[in-house]
């Protein structure tokens, strides 16, 4: 099944600063998803990125994908302490059918 | 409502008990996942079912038998389990079309003695 491969496993900075996270999977897609987990709940949907697509935002979020690369990175702006968080991406392939897969994610830290 | 709501929170039971997990949402979504999660690890898809249908099974042990009674309730039953499988069982449900966002509760931590 895809599966995506998140870099750096983890990434610990100050507040105000900026965090990018790269995620690479290995066959063609149908969009990439991420996903945030504060410690010991559940997943939360942050934004899907589909194939035809380069750059999305939503607040002080950028996403990227370069299907020619088969990598996407996640852009945290101005970080706040409570991004501190679990960052997992999700590639959907064509014949992912109901299968949704994730990587060991990215561990972000952001220090007061 | 756009919750999806787990019950219980927190879980302990011995090796030799049974016991259920139960997930409800009321979005009307038709598809419902089961994942386990070990510390600082990603989440494991367990289960997938589709219009209430087992449509995914990824080799899990017998010991867990998951029910979906009907298009909100998922239920995750647990009998003859090993220390091994403590961890956080995360249920999720999506709305109709493949690659559409899942949405997550806050899953239950379940202990085995």
């Known amino acids: 099944s895809q599966q995506g491969e998140e870099d750096p496993q983890a990434l610990s900075i100050q507040e105000g600063e900026n965090a990018t996270m790269n995620c690479s999977y290995k066959?063609?897609?149908?969009?990439l998803q991420w996903y945030r987990q504060n410690s010991g709940r559940g997943l939360v949907h942050l934004i899907l990125?589909?194939?035809?697509?380069r750059e999305k935002h939503s607040g002080r979020l950028r996403v990227t994908l370069d299907t020619s690369k088969k990598s996407s990175s996640l852009l945290i702006t101005a970080s706040r302490a409570a991004d501190t968080a679990s960052y997992f991406c999700?590639?959907?392939?064509?014949?992912?059918?109901?299968?949704?897969?994730f990587g060991e994610g990215t561990q972000l830290t952001v220090n007061p | 409502d756009t919750e999806v709501t787990q019950t219980p929170k927190h879980l302990v039971m011995g090796m030799t008990n049974k016991k259920s997990l139960k997930c409800e949402q009321h979005?009307?979504?038709?598809?419902m996942y089961w994942y386990k999660q070990k510390a600082k690890k990603p989440p494991e898809l367990m289960f997938v079912?589709?219009?209430?249908?087992?449509?995914i099974n990824e080799s899990v042990p017998s010991r867990f038998s998951p029910e979906c009674p009907n298009s909100s309730l998922l239920n995750l039953h647990l009998h003859a389990l090993q220390p091994e499988d403590s961890a956080l069982y995360l249920c999720?449900?999506?709305?109709?079309?493949?690659?559409?966002?899942?949405?997550f509760g806050s899953g239950t931590q379940l202990s085995v003695l």
């Open positions: 999720a449900s999506r709305p109709t079309g493949f690659g559409e966002k899942l949405f």
């Open positions: 066959t063609s897609i149908n969009n």
């Open positions: 990125i589909r194939s035809n697509e």
């Open positions: 999700a590639p959907t392939g064509k014949t992912s059918g109901s299968r949704l897969t």
């Open positions: 979005m009307g979504h038709r598809a």
């Open positions: 079912y589709s219009y209430e249908k087992l449509s």
